[in-house]
């Protein structure tokens, strides 16, 4: 399972670096993951939504000194940006005087990216892991309409399928609570209505002065609340392949809730059928697809998609030491390629031709393109990367 080989992961990075970032969404299962590393390691917990645990780090430099030969977890870290410098002191500190260092596994709700404290205290001293949710080979291909449906957060996972109020509620503490405590003055309602209309223009080049107009807004502030849900890892910007063909690029980047049970649950569909006669249907899948793909992939693949001013376009491109994969996905179990797919190829020159479908078989087609699930793209890809 890749939970395993994760843990297995993280397990190797605590003992080549002084701190591990564990990066994800709020429920993806980081603290979990946590504890059972903990079970194997002598270790202490801080929790910093936890009243008794902050007080605990009132002097935070004494309290390390207390366990500097211990495994210090601290949960929801971005609510004490103030404490990278003091573990950079405390890291450096302890390799002076020994030859072993106090080891931190820090977790986080949001990006590296929004937790720059990190990067510039601990530059050198930290790695980085982030958790998705449970992707389609962690739960098996039979289940794959359910994960697509309710998406991999583990608890809307296992609740029935039109049980929306796991989900709700996730939104809802995102939108009264934990945006707010990141210092973001943005009404609720408004960030809601956002958020929903990215799940409405699912896989579309974003367009920061139609989503302006339709709010009310700026084009400037449409931008910055997308720059925010990219940080807290809820929404993805793919962006635009740019080479030296002589073809007119979009640059424009494509933008999707990545989770496909929080796309479902802003649009209010609740049962696979409802999903499947819905107009975001093959955006959604898309989107699924997507995330799926990349959540077995390690730090060093580079994700895009192409497509030229006049529509021509491939849905996703890995880039990665000599590789270019160029990726269709299509929700049928007998796909059918545009004209545009293969100019697109022609242009690029990929080294593998890829097109993801709903069915179960994989075969070849002209040109050298193979259709194959899901599942098979993703067991062929870990085959890749461990090359």
Request: net charge neutral; charged share 25%.
């Amino acid at each position: 399972m890749l939970e395993r080989q994760l843990y297995s992961k993280i397990h190797s990075q605590l003992k080549k670096s002084a701190a591990v970032a564990l990066l994800g969404p709020r429920q993806v299962g980081k603290t979990t993951l946590a504890h059972k590393i903990s079970d194997k390691l002598e270790s202490i917990y801080i929790d910093l939504e936890d009243p008794r645990d902050i007080q605990k780090l009132g002097d935070p430099s004494y309290y390390f000194d207390q366990y500097a030969d211990r495994l210090i977890i601290i949960d929801e870290v971005q609510r004490r940006p103030d404490l990278f410098p003091i573990l950079r002191s405390q890291i450096d500190r302890n390799r002076r005087n020994s030859h072993t260092f106090s080891q931190f596994l820090l977790l986080g709700s949001a990006s590296n990216e929004l937790l720059n404290q990190s990067s510039e205290s601990l530059a050198g001293r930290i790695s980085y892991q982030e958790l998705f949710p449970l992707n389609l080979l962690e739960v098996n291909q039979e289940n794959e309409g359910a994960l697509w449906l309710r998406g991999g957060f583990p608890e809307a996972y296992v609740n029935d399928d039109n049980d929306l109020s796991w989900r709700l509620d996730f939104i809802r503490t995102y939108l009264e609570r934990d945006i707010p405590m990141l210092g973001m003055r943005v009404p609720a309602e408004t960030l809601q209505r956002f958020w929903t209309m990215l799940a409405h223009n699912q896989g579309q080049l974003f367009n920061a002065a139609q989503m302006a107009g339709s709010l009310g807004i700026s084009g400037q502030s449409a931008s910055r609340y997308l720059d925010l849900m990219v940080d807290l890892m809820l929404v993805r910007k793919l962006r635009p392949w740019h080479t030296n063909t002589k073809k007119r690029l979009v640059k424009s980047a494509k933008t999707y809730v990545r989770d496909s049970g929080l796309v479902h649950a802003l649009l209010n569909i609740s049962t696979y059928d409802g999903l499947l006669g819905h107009p975001v249907s093959g955006n959604s899948w898309e989107g699924f697809v997507i995330e799926n793909i990349l959540s077995i992939c390690p730090r060093n693949v580079d994700a895009y998609f192409y497509r030229t001013a006049t529509g021509v376009e491939i849905d996703l491109l890995l880039s990665f030491a000599d590789e270019l994969i160029a990726i269709e996905i299509k929700r049928s179990s007998s796909p059918t390629l545009s004209k545009g797919f293969h100019i697109a190829c022609e242009d690029i020159n990929p080294t593998s031709k890829w097109v993801v479908h709903l069915g179960g078989d994989e075969y070849k087609l002209p040109n050298e393109i193979t259709v194959l699930s899901l599942e098979k793209i993703m067991q062929k890809l870990i085959v890749m990367f461990q090359k």
